[in-house]
């Protein structure tokens, strides 16, 4: 290693780093560094390198030539900057002491704090805080952290010698001990210290400086870490820094205060100073609702100076991130110590009055704004009505689900779809609960106000049908137990019935007992101007996925550009259609079928036909019939003996029938174009359907862009066979009318074959649209609706970072998905190609698509905004990226 | 196109073509001219070329000049070597037409027979033939073939008049007609001829010969043609060429003959002339069985000339096909013709002597013994009892399934494998006859001799297993229904009890009432010497999938080089194990599930050392648990309830807790490594069983080379788990022990995800091994439980060529393969590349593998031996090919 520095001093509104310097400080250490450079007034302190580190663990855990001289050199700098002493009995210097790697990672040491108390400077601390509870109370916390964080002491052991010493003085809280007692418990710390580390406590407060910064640099190479960083590929880091920082004190007097503000009002975007402040007190006070903090306005009339410090520290901070910040300060005797500075969070409604704002300010670009201040979420909460949390207890709450689908919903509860319909066709809201949803379930689903399931995750059924209909969910909340039988559900303690009030938060996965108030979103000026700039800048299409005229017309609102699935299946669960659809099922032979599907025809060119008119002059995508057989059929005893009466079908012969439709895997089973495939006629009355509605709406003056769409395709073969056919019926329904219309024949990409031979397939389609959801399935081999089991597990043990389900797996199913899009154009060049399965909504995947140059992405019409903004903030980082590369080759 | 040659001729001992002409001639073209140019003795004729088809598909069906003018010099060729003329009375000129282009396929026209018959030229025929009756049966069926084949007419309305004539003449058979009833039929056709075309039925025969080329030419444009073509990716085909051929007969008189013979005996293989012939007769009269043919040797007696040509020819073949040729010849009045001659089908037991005995012969050498002489299925034949053909009569055939899993087996009909496993004990030889066979019936199909089931396809439970085993299946046999509760299945006609005797052949898919003799497979002398000479070629290994030591034992007697695949899972289903596997299943907490895990240990342990000693000095690949847990549970309620009182479990929990176990896709749930992530301590078990198995052996001097496979690994990460919790107990065990087995961890490829991250899981992974059969399942979204539904449809229109589940599909699955055998290898050069999936026994998917540069494939015992060989023409092919490339070079 290169000889020379090892130490790093900041503070006193210099800095020997700055925050290019991330590989030798570490991501906290060039922060702090940067900070300090700008003039910030933060706790000085100081960076020991990474280079050490990796000295350190390459030599046997010895310190480079020249560490320890320039260690003792910035303690003094700290000294002198404070005129304070390291372990000093009048002006004790204490120290913070952090592990901070380029990168941060699970499995380094913790914090320690207020290291540099000893017997002698805790005399020191209760002399400058007038408060001797306060300092052994510090001291006996720093030897338990000290023991624990730096020797691996068990915390458990200092917590058995406290709870035997409170039994002895007879008090229940921590709280009630006295001073003679904290003294006591301090020299018991020291014993139990002493027994497991052979040695006493040291009181020299260098050689407590030592162990922690040895410790640091361990913990870089303990199993843990090490783990972590094999697994996340973490390489080419030396080690990690370690942070040296002078702890300041907002309980050292009535000249002393700490606090937390914004820069702007977190709650509605309003420009003004928010947050509050303790006088005489430490930061945690503030949180713990102890003693009642101060607005933060007030601090003019007790600290006007300090007050006029920090309005100009907020500013420049505000302008130096550009955007509004979140920061921690303490007042120590008078003096202004900003601790902590970062983006703060924010509802929706004020990231975007807050991004508009700033644009007219002059503070920021639009192209800014919309790049760095508006995040997803944030449109998500605004398009979607909210609970007033402040109206939340704690002990209201039955249970924590998976936020399945944002928005708040309040309705009494019914157990089944058809009760839900009926309480619905009175006038009641209700909330669905069910131990999981089925098709069989949309009407009821329908019918209420949300969904609440017990079982089932993020994309099972429940979860993609409401977020399709933007209708709240909660998904998967195994705190409860629902019992269909006695017709309610409990959560241990309590039991609800069906017909009490609750109400439910789809965006936070929670379940409140009792009827709730819930805001309606608004979208304001604010909002319409925002998304104007995000189209500005946006030059990838976002389509919708949408079933019906009524989630077209709402997708349109919201900006879709285009239908990119419309899913026909859907359309056969209509009370007439249902009949004739199992009709179509349960026929024994061709003629049977084609007589049942004539019946279907005319519903099905009506649902076309209202689609089509709501998106006059756009494209609308139809994929055709998709799903096994059996989700169309009743699959209990009693339904199935209702359908062979009103079938006119033998129950044996009709359950035989039934029953052989059942399969070991559907999801991998007959359904998808190998439907169309085995019975063509399927596909011809669908194809149709949709080109005769397309022909008489162009007659009608409605300009139409049918794209029909073939599912499950995994063979070249099986896509010329479905084109055929429609192709068949397509000329045969323009000769009839003597009008053609212009129509496209594309595939789902959505089996791992059919990405291979994307090639061979696109030279046929005209286009493509990614069903991730089925490719994410098939890739990964996860049964989406069985995968909970162990997805939890997964996420937990970092062996997944995220559910592969909500954000594209760009290293494995995004390979396909790049593969394909790549062979397809190499036949087709100008083959359009989307993608419509759940991730079209998610920004990350949104981005990986508008990297690959993908035509579009399409989601549910709510997330219609939050795929704008997504698209928009993708074309920005490229062009940033190209823009820093062209200032590059300069 | 360029003018000139438009016709060429064969026959009289030259040809104007030859084999290397297939472009221009067409494969059948090509081939004709081949036999006349070596002096065959066939019909004479020419071929118009493919260029012409081209010609007059672009011209408006207009032909080229000069054509016509060959044509006539073409047939004037054929009358003047054949001394006869088109359309004569006395010695008419006969030809058949055929079309033929570079590839066979279908669509193209079917034959024309006798083209040339018209009034006058029938008289020529009754009078040649002696037989007026034949000559107008052949007019009138001329009539009939022109009417359909040429002109489109539909067949049927030719039977229709047939039909209505045999009512008025009061005859059921068209073999009761006579002479004039003919005549008046052929009458009765000119008029449905004139009828559907509006003109007269053409009696100049060159007309005729025009229309029927014409008719080729168009054939090749049918929308059927051009389908096909494009479904499979047939371009750069001018045309089909269109072959014309003189007619011999062999019914012309006592001087006449027609027969059929083998140049050695197809059934055993011995070097002799094999055959039939007839004297006076048609080559469908050999066949039809109205007359007794003679053996072939008569031929001698009665015409000692034309045998002893036929001799000479046949000898001729041989050695210019270098195989045993199956020949058909007809004797026109004494003059012998070769019509066709094609390499003779054989059993398993010639084809082997013959290869050797060529071999001996110095006819071939070993290298074309192995590369051409014996093919995988007469391998398989060898390797199983048979059934003795010769006494199975149609009518005793119950029905036709899938062949899945070759050999005879004759035993009792049962229905459940409890009473299967009785009757086994009894010493009864029974059939387990299932509608479908789950992992809970292994006990009765280990019992059986053979497996029946109604459903299922190739790859189902009780096909795989069975092959496994090498035992005799036909599953999938729809054909029969079976009735659990009336203990019997019906065909239709028949009823057969449980406890009667049948017999199935797995080999050939059929199930036949009553006890048949089987005959049992003879590993001989030239099995020996021949595979032998199959390992001298052969350098790819060939390892086994292998459960238990029996299977072990037979697999090295059939030549397996190693396991490649232990399934651990069947190894819990043993009356001892599979209570501690319950309990290890239902347990409430990790503890509970340790407790029955170390009850399982010392069975799995014995297990190991079972196999480890039988393999001694070979590797053994064990795969970790992979199928999901609900397959060891019982699913009936009597089961759940018996179980609940062992484990001591009140019902209702039990059950729920089984209920839960239950997936809607189980193929894709919580299974393989999934399980060993959730229970570690499932892992930890099997690999301490495996390890301290392998310390023991070798301590007691036995050589063991234990490879651990993770299943279903989709991402590195996963596979780093896993592997930590083995490397963990592997120290433990070889510390405890003072002994260090080297081991290998590895990972089964059959998750498409895993093929695509392979660079990333081979950092950390010894060996590859493709589970073809998940990864077939997964890369085409089919579940093979319930393919079946539509695999037949898409295999009958051609979506499909071949089973994936048999054959591996080259161009998608395979394609993972290949990439996950660079990816892997590009990150660890010398990382061992297996397979282990059905696909490792099937000879095309064998060679794929060698062509990839795996480094073995491994599959059931009983298709060791076929591996072995695809695995030794492979090599051959490849050095072949380089052969070849290396002489085009030079």
């Known amino acids: 290693m290169r000889p020379g520095k090892h130490v790093f001093t900041f503070g006193g509104g210099s800095a020997e780093g700055n925050k290019s310097m991330k590989a030798l400080l570490g991501g906290k250490g060039a ?119 730096v020797m691996g002491i068990e915390h458990e052991q200092f917590e058995r010698v406290l709870e035997s010493l409170k039994k002895e003085v007879g008090v229940v809280n921590d709280t009630e001990l006295g001073v003679d007692e904290l003294k006591d418990l301090v020299d018991r710390y020291k014993a139990v210290y002493r027994k497991n580390t052979g040695y006493v406590f040291p009181q020299d407060p260098n050689e407590q400086l030592h162990f922690a910064i040895n410790a640091v640099f361990n913990s870089w190479s303990s199993k843990r870490a090490r783990t972590y960083r094999k697994i996340n590929r973490i390489t080419g880091l030396l080690g990690t820094a370690v942070n040296v920082e002078v702890m300041v004190y907002g309980n050292m007097g009535e000249d002393c205060a700490t606090g937390v503000c914004f820069t702007r009002n977190p709650a509605d975007g309003t420009d003004e100073l928010y947050g509050e402040f303790l006088i005489n007190a430490q930061g945690e006070d503030v949180v713990a609702g102890i003693r009642t903090p101060r607005n933060i306005n007030e601090l003019n009339d007790v600290m006007p100076e300090s007050y006029a410090e920090l309005l100009h520290w907020t500013n420049l901070l505000e302008t130096h991130y550009k955007d509004m910040q979140d920061i921690e300060f303490t007042i120590q005797q008078g003096k202004l110590y900003i601790l902590q500075t970062r983006n703060g969070k924010r509802t929706g409604q004020a990231a975007v009055k807050i991004a508009v704002d700033m644009v007219r300010e002059g503070l920021i670009t639009r192209r800014e704004a919309v790049m760095n201040l508006v995040e997803s979420r944030h449109l998500d909460q605004l398009l979607h009505p909210q609970l007033r949390s402040e109206e939340i207890r704690e002990d209201e709450i039955l249970g924590h689900g998976l936020p399945a689908s944002p928005g708040a919903a309040v309705g009494r509860v019914v157990f089944n779809s058809d009760h839900a319909e009926e309480e619905h066709a009175k006038g009641e809201k209700v909330i669905l609960v069910r131990i999981e949803t089925s098709p069989e379930d949309v009407g009821g689903m329908s019918a209420a106000e949300g969904i609440l399931t017990s079982r089932g995750g993020m994309t099972s059924h429940a979860a993609v049908v409401a977020r399709g209909w933007g209708k709240p969910c909660v998904a998967g909340c195994d705190d409860i137990i629902i ?233 070249s073969e099986e896509f010329i066979h479905q084109h055929e056919v429609i192709d068949h019926i397509a000329a ?159």
């Open 483 to 715: 019992n269909y039988e006695d017709q309610h559900f409990t959560n241990g303690d309590q039991t609800v019935k069906a017909g009490d009030w609750i109400s439910i938060d789809g965006a936070k996965g929670i379940v409140i007992l009792g009827k709730k108030e819930v805001e309606e979103p608004e979208m304001d000026d604010n909002y319409r101007e925002f998304m104007m700039w995000v189209d500005e800048f946006r030059d990838m299409d976002v389509r919708t996925n949408a079933d019906n005229p009524k989630d077209a017309a709402l997708a349109l609102k919201f900006g879709a550009q285009g239908i990119g699935l419309t899913r026909t299946e859907h359309m056969f669960f209509g009370e007439e259609r249902i009949l004739a659809m199992r009709k179509m099922i349960v026929a024994e032979n061709e003629s049977d079928r084609r007589n049942a599907l004539k019946a279907l025809l005319p519903f099905q060119k009506q649902d076309f036909r209202g689609i089509f008119k709501v998106m006059a002059g756009l494209p609308v995508t139809i994929r055709l019939l998709d799903p096994p057989l059996h989700e169309f059929v009743p699959s209990e005893k009693e339904e199935i003996e209702e359908l062979a009466i009103e079938l006119k079908i033998p129950f044996n012969k009709l359950n035989r029938k039934i029953r052989m439709l059942k399969e070991f895997n559907p999801m991998m089973g007959h359904r998808g174009c190998r439907l169309g495939i085995t019975y063509p006629e399927i596909t011809e009355m669908q194809a149709r359907a949709i080109l005769e509605a397309a022909v008489e709406l162009k007659q009608e003056g409605v300009e139409v862009y049918p794209e029909i769409m073939i599912p499950l395709v995994g063979t």
């Open 732 to 890: 045969e329904v323009f000769n009839k009318k003597g009008v053609f219309v212009d129509y496209k024949v594309g595939t789902m990409i959505e089996i791992p074959r059919a990405a291979i031979v994307a090639d061979k397939i696109a030279e046929e389609a005209e286009f493509f649209s990614f069903g991730t959801n089925d490719l994410t399935q098939l890739t990964y081999g996860y049964s989406r609706d069985d995968a909970g089991k162990f997805l939890e597990v997964y996420m937990k043990e970092g062996i997944l970072h995220e559910d592969p389900f909500q954000t594209l797996d760009q290293e494995g199913v995004g390979s396909l998905v790049s593969m394909a899009t790549k062979r397809g154009r190499a036949v087709r060049k100008n083959l359009k190609v989307g993608i419509c399965g759940e991730h079209g909504g998610d920004p990350d995947s949104v981005r990986f698509c508008y990297n690959l140059g993908l035509n579009y992405v399409s989601c549910s019409p709510y997330r219609v905004p939050v795929a704008r903004l997504a698209a928009a903030q993708a074309a920005l980082s490229v062009n940033r990226k190209v823009a820093e590369e062209e200032a590059e080759l300069v």
């Open 31 to 149: 922060n702090l560094a940067e900070m300090s450079a700008i003039g910030l007034p933060i706790p000085p302190g100081f960076t020991i390198s990474t280079e050490v580190c990796a000295y350190y663990n390459e030599h046997n855990n010895a310190w480079p030539q020249g560490l320890e001289e320039q260690l003792q050199e910035s303690v003094h700098f700290l000294e002198n900057l404070m005129g304070l002493k390291f372990g000093d009995s009048d002006d004790p210097l204490l120290v913070s002491v952090r592990s901070g790697a380029a990168v941060s990672m699970p499995g380094m040491m913790d914090t320690v704090l207020n290291l540099g108390i000893n017997d002698q400077s805790v005399i020191g601390i209760a002399r400058k805080t007038h408060n001797e509870r306060f300092a052994y109370d510090c001291y006996r916390r720093f030897i338990d952290m000290f023991g624990d964080v």
